[in-house]
């Protein structure tokens, strides 16, 4: 479903203007009229490496009038196989140099508002108010949800995306869209950032660096569209990304339900617990055993005695939503490791029944598995996994 256009048309198009941008002008979606909105708009790029550079190199060629480019890093080495803004003749200099002058090469027109900043959430409002989008294309949490939980905040939509080795991820989040749409944030996708060191970085994973180009010019294309209000952006739906076997995919992202368990206080400032756990105290402090294994021949007999109601157990699936929406086990509902391994993320589940977990292949819920043993509960992972559950 299209929106309405989030910028007002600028100035009339000058004859050079018109020459540049000859090819937008003759899409009737975008036309004059809206090659106007998009010279009149102020767009914030949030990180300048893999993503941020194809993002900057065609929201300028595109014509865009005020481009805020906000990153603290310096250019490496390492960074050169992604990050195509930069060269081997900016080593060592600070990335919002370097990517403000391929800016100026590529539209010279364009106002340019470089932010050597690492944003959090005590500074992101700072830097963000006042644009009419923001592109995040950061690659760590902090960041992430510091630039989520502000545009949610002052209801500015966010271009989102995240690389991984090969896979990718592209979203459009937006607490206040206009009516029909519904909103939705990172947070409806991702309930909390998960704990420190417990997913590895592109420098720890690696990450293909054509796939940047790729999901980046998708971003670009996101922000064009809501600018000048052409097409049906990515609000609502996730774009499921898998350059190792050339699919693309997506799924429906709808505001979280308690099918995703929530965090008891506001994200953004984290309130300490006040209510008491709901685990018994004895439970609590019983030492852990071990988690037992099931295999899923010996799962599926155990669900169907439990439609029966001839055995009680919780079966949690601890992987991300997005591959919860893709494919799960009949019955199952959905903790993310990120939350399983917190106290909240517990609330609502009985320390007397038995937890079966199961992720992918094995080891998330290995991970959640030690957290419920240490909080007293009995669990079992499913061997193997969902994709041993598949293959059964």
Known sequence: MPLPPLVAPGPPLTRADSERLARHLMLPQVGEDGQRRIMAAKVAVVGAGGLGSPVLQYLAAAGVGTIAIIDDDVVERSNLQ????????DLGRRKVDSAAERIAEIAPQATVIKQAVRLDAYNAEQFLAGYDVVLDGTDNFTTRYAVNDTCARLGIPLVWASIFQFDAQISVFWSRPPAPATPVTLRDLFPQAPPEGSVPSCAEAG??????????????????????????????????????NARWSEIPLRPATTAVR??????????????APTTPARARHAPPSGPGRITPAELNRRLEARRHRQDDFELVDVRDPVEFAQNSIPGAQLIPLSFALTEAGRTGLDAGTEVILYCKTGPRADRAATAFERAGFRTTVLAGGIDAWETR
């Open 82 to 89: 992604r990050q195509v803004l930069h060269t081997v003749a």
């Open 207 to 244: 990450v293909l660096g054509v796939l940047c180009g790729q999901v980046g010019s998708v971003m670009a294309a996101e922000a064009l569209k809501l600018i000048a209000g052409f097409g049906e952006p990515l609000l609502g739906r996730v774009l499921v990304v898998d350059a190792l």
């Open 262 to 275: 929530m965090p008891p206080a506001p994200p953004a400032a984290p309130a300490p617990t006040t209510t």
